[in-house]
């Protein structure tokens, strides 16, 4: 189970938009419509914020979109503010009813 | 609103068995899954297993042959063992509540667990 590939870092400004991706193969993020996002704050417990693929929670703000083309996903965030300063996973459902992270993106606002 | 509330030992040495239990506060077990995820210290999250209310188990591979999860739904409790731990078991253990697709959509406070002899 190799995590998925997402970017180490991003950076943007207050009001732009970035996208971070989410590189699998067919066997996970292309396979299935099950990849999920996740905003981990340093020190706080990662809270979800896109699901199967394109769906926010309640609560979530529509600053948040979530796309997948072929074996990448990929998460948006528009209107960038300071307190979108965090981590950033993806995960994908796999076969046999298992479940891979990515490694993770750190975005920083500048 | 569902809350998840969890223990257990947090210094162990190696070769000793992980144990940990997680409460759930405010909902059933049925229609969830109810997974553990760990993350060690400045890396990535690690799905390790989880668990349904009739106790069907799905595992992370690479930790199956320690592991060991089970539901105790009588005290809306699910725990975690994880045998013959290393150093590399070192991280935070999260609990989580899975909604279909495994999106985690509450989450425990983390227990941090540290291996060191």
């Known amino acids: 189970q190799s995590a998925l590939t997402q970017p180490a870092s991003v950076s943007g400004s207050p009001g732009q938009s970035i996208t971070i991706s989410c590189t699998g193969t067919?066997?996970?993020?292309?396979?299935?419509?099950?990849v999920s996002w996740y905003q981990q704050h340093p020190g706080k417990a990662p809270k979800l914020i896109i699901y199967e693929v394109t769906n926010r929670p309640s609560g979530v703000s529509n600053r948040f979109s979530g796309s997948k083309s072929g074996n990448t996903a990929s998460l948006t965030i528009s209107g960038l503010q300071a307190e979108d300063e965090a981590d950033y996973y993806c995960?994908?459902?796999?076969?046999?009813?298992?479940?891979?992270f990515g490694g993770g993106t750190k975005l920083t606002v500048l | 609103q569902v809350q998840l509330q969890q223990w257990g030992a947090g210094l162990l040495k190696p070769s000793e068995t992980l144990s940990l239990t997680c409460a759930m506060f405010a909902e059933s077990f049925s229609g969830y899954y109810w997974s553990w995820i760990r993350q060690p210290p400045g890396k990535g999250l690690e799905w390790i297993g989880e668990i349904n209310h009739s106790g069907t188990t799905n595992s992370n591979s690479s930790l199956k042959s320690r592991l060991t999860i089970s539901l105790d739904t009588s005290n809306t409790q699910f725990s975690l063992k994880l045998s013959s731990v290393t150093a590399a078991d070192t991280a935070i253990y999260y609990c989580?509540?899975?909604?279909?697709?495994?999106?985690?959509?509450?989450w425990g406070q983390g227990t941090t667990v540290r291996v060191s002899s």
């Open positions: 067919s066997s996970d993020v292309g396979g299935y419509n099950y």
């Open positions: 989580a509540r899975g909604r279909g697709g495994f999106a985690f959509d509450v």
């Open positions: 995960s994908s459902y796999i076969s046999s009813s298992t479940l891979v």
